[in-house]
C-alpha cells in the first residue's frame, strides 16, 4: 500500500497476532486490543500443517517457529484394541511437496509469534463490544466504556466475537455434539517411543495421542454428550482413566498421567460457513470468521492462511476495502470446504453404535492410501 491508513486488529490469539506480523511485513504497523489483562495461550497442542508452514515461510518466520515444534512422520486411525484403520503418510507426501507438517504446544507458538512483535502498539485488557461506522472511520467501543477510533479493522477475536454477532446476529456457534478434555503431559518416565500421531476410534469415545517436542504429549479424548452438560464440565482424570482402561497401551497410561489441575474440557463447536467476511472497512478473520471443529487439524493453519493472503491483497492495493473484498473472495470456498469436512469428519469419528462402528471401520480398511494423500495434498495446495 503506498498510503498507510490506521488499521486496528482486535484480538491477541494465533489469527490476531500473524496478522499483525504480516501487516508490519508490508509497512502496516496495526494497533492491536486483546481482551484478556495478559497474552495468554488457551489450549494445549496444535497442528501445524504444510499450509501453515508455507505462510510462515512467506512471512519470513518459519525459521523462529518450527524449532519449537516436532516433525510428525505420519497420522493413523486405530481401533481400540490398537489395530490399524487408516495411516497417512504425512511425511511422504511432505518429500513430495518439499515441505513437513509440524506439531507444537500452544504456548510455544504464541510466545514465539509475541516475540516478532516486538514494538508493535498491543493493548491488554480491553474487551471490544461493538462498532460503528456511520460516521467517519470506525468507532470502537470497549466494555470499560472507553472508545477507539480508526480507519480499517480486522476482526479476530474468535468464535464468540461480539462484532461479528453485531453485524451477523444469526452467526451463532453450532454444537458438534460431543465434548472434549485435552492435557499436556510429560511421559518422560513412561519410555515411550512415539513419532506418529494417533487418533484411536472406539465404543467408549475418540481418544487422540499427539506426539510434541521435549518428551512431550498432547492428547484428547471426545466423547458424545449433550451441550454444557454438568458432569462432563466436572469429570475428573480418574474417571477419563477409568472409562479408557480398555482402550490399547499407552493410552490408560498418557491419560494416568495428568493432573487434574490441567485438564482442560470444552464442548466442540463450530460456526456455520459465512457468506462474506468482508463489510466495508472492517475485516473478520481466524476463528472470527470461520472457526472449525478440530477434526482436520487446521483451526490454526486457516488462521495463518488469512494472515498471509490478506497482505498480499493490502499490498496489491491502494484502497484496503477493496482488498478485503478481495480477500473474501479468496478465502471463502477453502475455509467452507474445511469447515464442512472436518464436522463431516467428526460425525463418523463419534459413531459408537457398535454395528455401525465395525462397519465403518471395515469401509475405511478398504479405502485406498490415495485417497487420505488427495486429501492431504489439497490442504498442502495454497493460493500463495
Known sequence: ????????????????????????KIGIKATMFEASPTIRPLGAG??????????????GIADAILPGGRLMDAFVILDEKGREITRTDSRAVGQ??????????????????????????????????SIDQSGEGIIMRFDDGTVHQTDYLIVADGIHSAIRQQLLPDSKPRYAGYTCWRAVVDVGRLNLDLHEATETWGRNGRVGIVPLAGNKIYWFACVNAPFQDARMRSTKVSELTTRFKNYHRPIPEIIAQTKDENLLWNDIIDLKPLSCYAFGNVLFVGDAAHATTPNMGQGACQAIEDAVVLANELSASDQPAEAFKRFENRRL?????????????GQ???????????????????????MNDRQLETLYKVDF
Not at 2 to 23: C, D, E, H, S
Not at 348 to 370: C, D, K
Request: proline share 3%.
Open 348 to 370: 463418523v469419528a463419534q459413531i459408537q453404535n457398535p454395528i455401525l462402528a465395525v462397519l465403518r471401520n471395515r469401509l475405511f480398511r478398504m479405502l485406498p492410501a490415495s
Open 96 to 129: 513430495k511437496y518439499g515441505i513437513d507438517n509440524f506439531t507444537i504446544h500452544r504456548a510455544i507458538l504464541h510466545q514465539a509469534l509475541l516475540d516478532q512483535l516486538v514494538g508493535n502498539p498491543i493493548v491488554l485488557g480491553k474487551r471490544a463490544i
Open 46 to 59: 496444535l497442528a501445524l500443517a504444510a499450509n501453515a508452514v508455507k505462510g510462515f515461510q512467506k512471512l
Open 1 to 24: 500500500m503506498k498510503n498507510v491508513n490506521r488499521f486496528t486488529i482486535i484480538g491477541g490469539g494465533i489469527a490476531g497476532m500473524t496478522t499483525a506480523i504480516a501487516l508490519r
Open 333 to 345: 470456498k477453502r475455509t467452507h470446504y474445511i469447515t464442512e469436512t472436518s464436522r463431516r469428519i
